[in-house]
Every structure is written in structure tokens, then in C-alpha cells.
Nanobody, 124 residues
Framework: QVQLVESGGGLVQAGGSLRLSCAAS????????MGWFRQAPGKEREFVTT????????YYADSVKGRFIISRDNAKNMVYLQMNSLRPEDTAVYYC?????????????????WGQGTQVTVSS
């Protein structure tokens, strides 16, 4: 089992940057695919990015490609999301998720474990 706790959200002006962190506990973390998803008010949850267990494969949603960077440190049980050139449309609650099967997937339904989320608000 994996427990996830996100941090690092906040209020930032458009064009600014934030770094989200996800602290994981559980012995399966290092073999888990990790992902970030987000949900804006009145909208469905959407995929942001995912990273394979060893970090060799990474996928980004087109809307964040070139602006966001996902990384992980298995020694520290941490996953990070560096968000640059933020836009008002990036405003959402951001969730860290883990797929213990290790399969790289963009589907939120495949991730068994979720954090509580952290709010990111980008002002124009």
C-alpha cells in the first residue's frame, strides 16, 4: 500500500512558477508508476503527467508540455512537479497518484492510490 501527501500549492501570478511535492510512504513506491492529475472547478479530473518507476519514461498532457517537469527521487520516496510559465487555466486542485502495478498509464482509473490534493491558483 502507498500513502501520498502533496504540498507546495498556492497562489501565483500568471507566468510564475511553483513546485509541487508528493511524499510517499509504503514499500511499493519505488516500483510504482507515479502521476499527477488535476481537477478544476466544474470540470472533470484530467491527466497532467506520469513517470515510470525508474524515471525512464515520462508523458505529459499537451496542455503542459514544455512548461511542467515531473521528477522522482526513489531514495527519498518523493515525486515532484515543477510548474513554469503558469497560466490561469492551470488553476486546479493537483493530485499525486500511484499505480503499484508499475504500468505506465494516462488513465486515472488505473491508479490505486491518491493524495488529498493541493490547490494551485494562478491569477491573471
Amino acid at each position: 500500500q502507498v500513502q501520498l501527501v502533496e504540498s507546495g500549492g498556492g497562489l501565483v501570478q500568471a507566468g510564475g512558477s511553483l513546485r509541487l511535492s508528493c511524499a510517499a510512504s509504503g514499500r511499493t513506491f519505488s516500483s510504482s508508476t507515479m502521476g499527477w492529475f488535476r481537477q478544476a472547478p466544474g470540470k472533470e479530473r484530467e491527466f497532467v503527467t506520469t513517470i515510470s518507476w525508474i524515471g525512464a519514461k515520462i508523458y505529459y498532457a499537451d496542455s503542459v508540455k514544455g512548461r511542467f517537469i515531473i521528477s522522482r527521487d526513489n531514495a527519498k520516496n518523493m515525486v515532484y512537479l515543477q510548474m513554469n510559465s503558469l497560466r490561469p487555466e492551470d488553476t486546479a486542485v493537483y493530485y499525486c497518484a500511484a499505480d503499484a502495478s508499475g504500468v505506465l498509464t494516462l488513465k486515472g482509473s488505473s491508479y490505486e492510490y491518491w493524495g488529498q490534493g493541493t490547490q494551485v491558483t494562478v491569477s491573471s
